[in-house]
């Protein structure tokens, strides 16, 4: 493609002080901060999608920080100090993605969040109603509430669910639309000079002495900083990070007359997922039934996935509701044995900001900005 580049296209389309591999919500909020914070910065954002080809614009959209069975297990991992931290950075990088669109922006309705348990897991729902208080406690100076996680038994017979015998509530988790929000986000960072440049593949990083070169399906840019918020992706330039990729398998419903659900909801310990949109059910998960064959950055679906949401839909969400499905689709999500994401510097001018765990729309914001300010104090 390089010899079909004019003069003004390589010097205007081609170069940049910054490069932002990755046009979802972590690069759109580095580029961001980036021009915020320096105004006279030149920034090209590089996508290799048409859309953004991870899961920025594929998730369920949960504006959520965590339900009981999931703050369990995270509390095993990094202790309580370590998740107070976390959840504060989930529930703040909510608020800021609130403020910056602004909440029609981003379809933010909050109808509570809500987690499921059958008969069979009564021990399991047990132990999480023992640990109300205790997560009540944990996050109440985070979010100014003192009792945000509830029992909700009786709210089972409203919803219309089949075989649950308890019902946990988080009266604080929410919803929005993710396809909103990125296309305001996508206004917003245009508004600022900020070049998002689609169908642009980066196939190779190439450091020299004075600039850093990208190798790309449109031919090469350059740049004097490269910041790669690729999530799962960035195995291909930097395999030695500890990232894993985890396809999420997504069913939607057609819509249903008179549906009676409302909310967000957590079922098997957060693997399953579900929501109303525009009266319809969305549906997500499933990847713990085969972690190995969804630990993959190709998106697609797989039988076994599939008949596991429907049969969910079937027996226990919609057991005595006729329904039909409109379409599936997948999205690719980056996790590690840590729950913090990778925000660094790899390399001397390349810097990273990756591995989301699932909670893109949560720390999106926050990542996107701690990047940002990285790049801005190397200026």
């Known amino acids: 493609m390089a010899h079909h580049q004019s003069y003004w296209e390589k010097q205007n389309f081609f170069t940049a002080d910054v490069i932002i591999v990755g046009s979802g919500i972590v690069g759109l909020n580095a580029a961001l901060t980036i021009k915020q914070g320096s105004p006279n910065t030149s920034v090209i954002v590089l996508e290799r999608g048409f859309l953004p080809n991870g899961a920025s614009t594929k998730n369920a959209g949960f504006a959520c920080f965590g339900s009981i069975s999931e703050l369990i297990e995270q509390e095993k991992i990094c202790g309580t100090d370590g998740l107070h931290e976390l959840i504060s950075k989930r529930w703040s990088g909510l608020l800021k993605l609130r403020a910056l669109l602004g909440d029609e922006k ?8 809500y987690e499921l348990f059958r008969p069979a897991e009564n021990s399991l729902a047990e132990e999480c109603v023992l640990k109300l208080s205790h997560f009540n406690a944990l996050i109440a100076d985070i979010v100014s509430e003192k009792e945000v996680y509830s029992v909700a038994n009786d709210q089972i017979p409203s919803f219309g669910f089949k075989n649950i015998s ?27 000079g900020v070049l998002v440049l689609n169908s642009c593949e980066v196939n190779k990083i190439n450091e020299e002495e004075t600039q850093i070169v990208l190798e790309t399906s449109q031919g090469n840019f350059k740049c004097k900083k490269v910041v790669l918020t690729t999530n799962a992706f960035i195995n291909q330039f930097y395999p030695m990070l500890n990232v894993v990729p985890g396809r999420g398998q997504v069913i939607i419903t057609k819509p249903i007359p008179n549906l009676r659900l409302k909310g967000t909801f957590h079922y098997d310990k957060g693997f399953y997922y579900f929501r109303n949109v525009d009266d319809r059910i969305l549906l997500g998960g499933g990847r713990n039934l085969d972690f190995k064959s969804e630990e993959t ?21 919609l057991p005595d509701t006729p329904f039909e499905l409109e379409q599936t689709w997948s999205g690719i999500m980056a996790f590690g ?30 990542t996107g900005q701690e990047v940002g300010e990285l790049v801005l104090k190397d200026l």
């Open 166 to 192: 308890t019902l946990l509530k988080n009266k604080l988790e929410a919803q929005i639309n993710p396809g909103k929000m990125m296309k305001n986000l996508l206004a917003k960072v245009n508004g600022l």
């Open 337 to 366: 044995d840590k729950l913090h994401p990778i925000i660094e510097e790899i390399n001397p001018n390349i810097f990273c900001a990756v591995r989301c765990n699932g909670m893109g729309i949560a720390i999106g914001s926050n």
């Open 106 to 113: 981003i379809c933010y309705e909050n109808y509570g969040g």
């Open 297 to 317: 950055t190709a998106f697609g679906e797989t039988d076994k996935v599939q008949a596991a949401l429907l049969k969910l839909l079937q027996t226990i969400i």
